[in-house]
T-cell receptor
Framework: GENVEQHPSTLSVQEGDSAVIKCTYS??????FPWYKQELGKGPQLIID?????GEKKDQRIAVTLNKTAKHFSLHITETQPEDSAVYFC???????????FGPGTRLSVLP | NAGVTQTPKFQVLKTGQSMTLQCAQD?????MSWYRQDPGMGLRLIHY???????DQGEVPNGYNVSRSTTEDFPLRLLSAAPSQTSVYFC???????????FGPGTRLLVL
């Protein structure tokens, strides 16, 4: 089955700097890759996603890139703000197309 | 819309006790899922349902039962709680043909 790895597990950046979180997946048939943000005491919330027919997608300060050949995808956050501090999860849709396999998460801290 | 709701928010059980975690959604979503979240392990799928009357096992189903008698509700039952089931449990839902999952706020369970 699908396996998703995520690095780093923790990341601290200064406010205004950029943050990059990287994920790799194992199943070349996976075709949909969402990113979730989880704030303290809340459930995960979708922030951006990308499909396998697209190499990059942007939404304001957030962007995701996908390299299908290498089977990895990355989340880029520019001009980080304290409210970006949270745990971020990447995921890949499994080969049955119904469920998602999640990475272990990255705790991002944006220092003022 | 209330979205996805979960009750209780927090529960303490003794080993061997049983309980039901409630999940409800008011978005008429066909797909509903239960995940558990443990430190360093991301979200792992316990059980899922593609519609009323249909359920299936996920990655970590042992010790848990589910049923789906209505579109709105998807309760998770622990028949005989074990300390290994100490975790945070999230319910999620999504519409058929749509990839965006909506998560509930979670239930924190402590088994002594």
């Amino acid at each position: 089955g699908e396996n998703v790895e995520q690095h780093p597990s923790t990341l601290s950046v200064q406010e205004g700097d950029s943050a990059v979180i990287k994920c790799t997946y194992s199943d070349s048939a996976s075709n949909y890759f969402p990113w979730y943000k989880q704030e303290l005491g809340k459930g995960p919330q979708l922030i951006i996603d990308i499909r396998s027919n697209v190499g990059e997608k942007k939404d304001q300060r957030i962007a995701v890139t996908l390299n299908k050949t290498a089977k990895h995808f990355s989340l880029h956050i520019t001009e980080t703000q304290p409210e970006d501090s949270a745990v971020y999860f990447c995921a890949a849709r499994d080969n049955y197309g119904q469920n998602f396999v999640f990475g272990p998460g990255t705790r991002l801290s944006v220092l003022p | 819309n209330a979205g996805v709701t979960q009750t209780p928010k927090f529960q303490v059980l003794k080993t061997g006790q049983s309980m039901t975690l409630q999940c409800a959604q008011d978005m008429n979503h066909e797909y509903m899922s239960w995940y558990r979240q443990d430190p360093g392990m991301g979200l792992r799928l316990i059980h899922y349902s593609v519609g009323a009357g249909i359920t299936d096992q996920g990655e970590v189903p042992n010790g848990y039962n589910v049923s789906r008698s209505t579109t709105e509700d998807f309760p998770l039952r622990l028949l005989s709680a074990a300390p290994s089931q100490t975790s945070v449990y999230f319910c999620a839902s999504r519409a058929s043909g749509v990839e965006t999952q909506y998560f509930g706020p979670g239930t924190r369970l402590l088994v002594l």
